[in-house]
């Protein structure tokens, strides 16, 4: 068995209590990023097993990245409250960053410079990581069936501007025209101003039934080379 592409469990100090969080590493010597993926919205029974989360998940580690998702505060045996619902994900937002921040430094030596970070998330997940974009400044974002309207979500991209890290980051954002709990014009009204292609899946509603092995073509296609 490879106890490499294992995932592990382990527990990371958030500011809320502990988080339950999985990982697992590529079977690669040089592996090409950590990729943190978040998942749907808590109160309405949104965990790291979501599938679109485990299509991630498995998608992004064959890639070779050290992959990792977790669950927010308060759901399964993560601790703290659960979200409010009020607060545009302030605390989930704070649990990304402490997530990310945990793996980065005990990864920090594998890679010859900054480490290279991949967000990534599905609806209430995926507007918390447009929010954790704002302090994390990845490298690369995917993005799926965001909640950026409820959320709030602040731009990714202001075009004609680079991100303060000296360059702007790649994003994916993939969306199904059947969503009937994410509309799709919502995300098209919020990346028309940042100039942000939209990849949409026909005949994908928001949990994409019958439609991960499009979802997982889109990413391979989108990471590789």
């Known amino acids: ?17 502990k988080l339950e969080t999985v990982l697992a590493e590529p079977d690669v010597s040089r592996p090409c990023g950590i990729a943190i993926i978040a998942h749907p919205h808590p109160l309405y029974g949104g965990t790291m097993n979501n ?13 070779g990245f050290i992959a ?6 308060g759901v399964e045996r993560s601790e703290g409250p659960h979200n409010s619902d009020n607060d545009n994900g302030a605390g989930e937002t704070e649990d990304v960053v402490a ?28 507007a918390i990581q447009a929010h954790a974009a704002q302090r994390l400044k990845p490298r690369n974002l995917i993005i799926v069936a965001p909640a950026v309207e409820r959320l709030s979500a ?5 075009p004609g501007v680079k991100h303060d890290t000296g360059y702007a980051p790649r994003v994916l954002l993939i969306h199904g025209d059947r969503d009937d709990v994410v509309p799709l014009k919502t995300v098209l009204d919020w990346a028309a101003p940042q100039e942000l292609p939209v990849v949409v899946v026909p005949g994908a ?21």
């Open 1 to 17: 068995m490879n106890l490499r592409n294992t995932p592990q469990q382990l527990f990371i100090d958030g500011p809320a209590g």
């Open 51 to 63: 599938k679109v989360v485990h299509t991630l998940f498995k998608t992004l580690l064959g890639l």
């Open 68 to 73: 990792v998702k977790f669950n927010f505060r």
């Open 99 to 126: 997530v990310a921040e945990t793996i980065q430094k005990i990864f920090d030596a594998r890679f010859d410079t900054r480490t290279p970070l991949l967000l990534a998330g599905f609806s209430f997940g995926g």
């Open 154 to 158: 602040p731009p990714i991209i202001v």
């Open 205 to 225: 509603e928001h949990f994409f039934h019958g439609r991960l092995h499009i979802l997982t073509r889109i990413v391979l296609d989108w990471c590789r080379p």
